[in-house]
């Protein structure tokens, strides 16, 4: 399966993967969090699993600053 990437401004390519059963700070139950990793091929964690497109709800979007590639809901 193929995970969705994301080519910033600066040319580095950022590929989107997803945790299940995380328990935040302050938050009553565990959830699913996504992040961005530099590396395509990385070994997956316990829960972990790639992200074939964007969810939906959610847009990608890059700092201005910095070039770091975050989601945000819609």
Do not use: W
């Amino acid at each position: 399966m193929a995970t969705f990437s994301y080519q910033n401004s600066k040319g580095v390519t950022y590929y989107l993967y997803t945790k299940e059963g995380v328990q935040l700070r302050g938050a009553k139950a565990p959830r699913s969090i996504y992040f961005f990793s530099k590396e395509a091929d990385r070994t997956l964690g316990e829960g972990e699993k790639v992200v074939p497109e964007v969810p939906a709800g959610y847009k990608v979007e890059e700092s201005a600053r910095n070039g770091f590639v975050y989601l945000k809901k819609a």
